[in-house]
């Protein structure tokens, strides 16, 4: 990912709050992501370890965290452990921060070259009784890959088998769940660069364009301005807009049809997520804008509902009571079918089955649990939908949206979402 400035401070106040929650006696460590093998000798692009830049703003590989308040030498409390630059290095994979560069990006004046670490990890280990230790535990993760910090933590569970050991996880949910202004600002300026990617591709899309060429067109608005996609791209057309994780994004876009766009930028490690449903032709059906509408109705009255103290759960099953009184008005679903529905197996799941609301940040689906409340601070996504298989088409709206303590701050307030406003949009092709 290409940096965006961001002051030091943020990340000596994030690990000030870290500080904070941890027991007496206490050290954490946090590593870096691997850098990903593909075939042969392919690697992917570094994606740096959320939790190890939320605290250090360092997205360089092969960095370490060691974070240790009580340490016997204040030297030794905050200690930053990054690759030493040599001229292999440089000639290969070019520059590598120096000392003073990563102390001017973290705002912690301790860092060491990695190689340093082994040393120091058992000096301190010996001072300390209780050892914070992170893994993923997004609920939703798929863990197959062994991490840095897994290997890390059985290799430190063998040599120090007698400390206390305690998951640095939840902490980590809690701080990242609330967002700082700065970061609110980092993902607003993510936002508006969607915002900007949307606008480019109304103006390109029309009957015979490929999928494949309106995701080249979103790639082509966001690359230039030094962002990303923020996670793979859904471009739907037709009945692929039922597929809720469509990504294959290469079928021509018919006359007639709805497209789908799921696809929004990060910019600088902060996410955005956006989902607009447009018309191929550049204006809706009849009935395309009746379910349009409806699904906006949903999007107006969950935004206002997202509060604090609910969870997404609660958010969850206000927006399937929204969704199913929707969906009676039209025609898709009988009152009888709702007075005989199941509370585990509700009518409207056929239309709508999939949750309205997460958390966002430097994550997509951010760091949290499913039983946190929300609290001012957090930015959440507000997605509500209607899917109709049999009509072959679906309609999704999506926003990136702050809770504050008075109300909803939308990040995309200013991205078009009324069928008014897109249809114009689209015929406003200079």
């Known amino acids: 990912m290409k940096p965006i400035s961001l002051p030091a401070g943020l990340f000596t106040y994030n690990r000030e709050r870290l500080l904070q929650r941890l027991l007496p006696r206490s050290l954490a460590v946090l590593n870096s992501n691997d ?21 250090t703003g360092i997205t360089q590989e092969e960095t370490m965290l060691l974070i240790a308040p009580e340490a016997f030498d204040p030297n030794h409390r905050e ?33 060491r070259w990695v190689s340093e670490f082994p040393v120091l990890f058992r000096q301190i280990m ?13 609920q939703r993760a798929d863990v ?57 591709v109304c103006k ?26 923020a996670y793979g791209p859904i471009i739907a057309s037709g009945a692929n807009s039922n ?23 990060g910019l600088g490690n902060y996410m955005s997520d956006l989902t607009r449903t447009i018309p191929v032709s550049g204006r809706f059906s009849r009935r395309q804008k ?46 009888a079918q709702v007075k005989n529905q199941k509370p585990e197996d509700p009518a409207v799941k056929k239309f709508f089955m999939h949750g309205v609301s997460h958390p966002i940040g430097l994550d997509v689906h951010d760091a949290t649990y499913n039983h946190f409340k929300i609290e001012p601070g957090w930015v959440l996504t507000c997605e509500p939908a209607i899917y109709i298989k049999e009509e ?21 307030a200013e991205i078009p979402i009324e069928a008014e406003e897109i249809e114009d949009m689209m015929h406003r092709k200079g």
């Not at 294959?248 to 930028?265: P, R």
């Open 243 to 265: 597929i809720l994780h469509y990504v294959q994004n290469d079928q021509v876009c018919q006359k007639g049809d709805l497209l789908l766009l799921d696809v929004a930028a």
């Open 35 to 55: 850098i990903m093998p593909t075939n042969g000798d392919g690697s992917m692009r570094h994606h740096q370890n959320a939790d190890l830049f939320y605290l």
């Open 144 to 200: 197959t890959v062994e991490t840095r910090d897994v290997r890390f933590a059985r290799d430190c569970q063998r040599q120090f088998p007698l400390h206390r050991y305690r998951r640095l996880a939840p902490v980590m949910h809690a701080l990242r769940v609330v967002k700082s202004g700065h970061e609110i600002n980092a993902m607003k300026a993510a936002c508006d660069l969607t915002g900007r990617g949307f606008k480019r």
């Open 290 to 335: 009746q379910v349009y509408n409806a699904v906006l109705q949903i999007f107006r009255q969950m935004s206002r509902m997202m509060l604090p103290g609910k969870t997404t759960k609660d958010l969850r099953m206000e927006c399937e009571e929204l969704t199913t009184k929707e969906c009676v008005d039209l025609g898709l679903i009988t009152m």
């Open 204 to 229: 390109f899309v029309k009957p015979g364009v490929n999928e494949a060429e309106v995701e080249a067109e979103f790639a082509h608005e966001f690359i230039r301005h030094k962002g990303q996609f």
């Open 79 to 111: 200690i930053l452990f990054i690759r030493q630059p040599n001229e292999h290095l440089t000639i290969w994979e070019g520059h590598k921060l120096s000392k003073e560069q990563a102390t001017e990006i973290s705002g912690i004046k301790n860092v």
């Open 392 to 412: 072959g088409f679906g309609i999704r709206l999506e926003n990136t949206i702050v809770v504050t303590e008075t109300g909803q701050r939308d990040l995309m």
């Open 126 to 138: 010996c001072e300390m009784e209780n050892v914070y230790l992170n893994s993923n535990e997004h």
